[in-house]
């Protein structure tokens, strides 16, 4: 019986999350990462045309308990100087436009609606934040499965099937 985790079982996995404007969706999974996960993700988030962390995201994720309003948005080239054990796209736009990004063990594909483009056709500012905060739970069930990801040297295979979680139907590994 183990009675301790050897150093690359401790290593926490570094996941950047990834999304056009790195506003919204990718903002709202680095906080869930962080609030869920911070003893097992090292969350970070950018986008490929970064536009300011959305004030309603932080506002629905305050309202969860999860304070992201110290995030900021930032451009995949700030983070791309440091070694990712896996990249998540969050949006279908991201996964056509991001240009090839190294992960050492997988790149996960999860589109979620985008909740500006939805709250774009909604009659009022409850019905806009009802938006987000569907989005935002989502986000927060996707978020959860991560803790299934593989956790140690790139050489350990993932599994077979790519799934991430067993009831996960709509992650992909790319």
């Given at each position: 019986?183990?009675?301790?985790?050897?150093?690359?079982?401790?290593?926490?996995?570094?996941?950047?999350?990834?999304?056009?404007?790195?506003?919204?969706?990718?903002?709202?999974?680095?906080?869930?990462?962080?609030?869920?996960?911070?003893?097992?993700?090292?969350?970070?988030?950018?986008?490929?045309?970064?536009?300011?962390?959305?004030?309603?995201?932080?506002?629905?994720?305050?309202?969860?308990?999860?304070?992201?309003?110290?995030?900021?948005?930032?451009?995949?080239?700030?983070?791309?100087?440091?070694?990712?054990?896996?990249?998540?796209?969050?949006?279908?736009?991201?996964?056509?436009?991001?240009?090839?990004?190294?992960?050492?063990?997988?790149?996960?594909?999860?589109?979620?609606?985008?909740?500006?483009?939805?709250?774009?056709?909604?009659?009022?500012?409850?019905?806009?934040?009802?938006?987000?905060r569907r989005v935002r739970d989502e986000i927060r069930n996707f978020?959860?499965?991560?803790?299934?990801?593989?956790?140690?040297?790139?050489?350990?295979?993932?599994?077979?099937?790519?799934?991430?979680?067993?009831?996960?139907?709509?992650?992909?590994?790319?």
């Amino acid at each position: 019986m183990r009675k301790g985790r050897s150093e690359r079982e401790k290593r926490k996995l570094r996941v950047l999350f990834l999304c056009t404007g790195n506003s919204c969706r990718s903002q709202m999974a680095e906080g869930w990462a962080r609030a869920l996960l911070g003893d097992l993700v090292e969350p970070h988030s950018a986008g490929v045309a970064p536009s300011g962390v959305d004030p309603r995201a932080v506002k629905v994720m305050a309202e969860a308990g999860v304070d992201i309003s110290r995030q900021r948005s930032k451009h995949l080239d700030e983070v791309s100087s440091l070694d990712f054990d896996f990249v998540v796209t969050l949006c279908d736009d991201t996964r056509q436009s991001c240009p090839f990004f190294p992960a050492r063990m997988g790149v996960i594909h999860r589109s979620f609606d985008d909740p500006p483009l939805l709250a774009s056709q909604a009659k009022d500012e409850e019905e806009i934040l009802d938006h987000y905060r569907r989005v935002r739970d989502e986000i927060r069930n996707f978020v959860e499965t991560l803790k299934d990801l593989p956790h140690g040297s790139p050489s350990e295979e993932p599994k077979r099937d790519g799934s991430l979680a067993p009831d996960d139907d709509h992650a992909e590994r790319v």
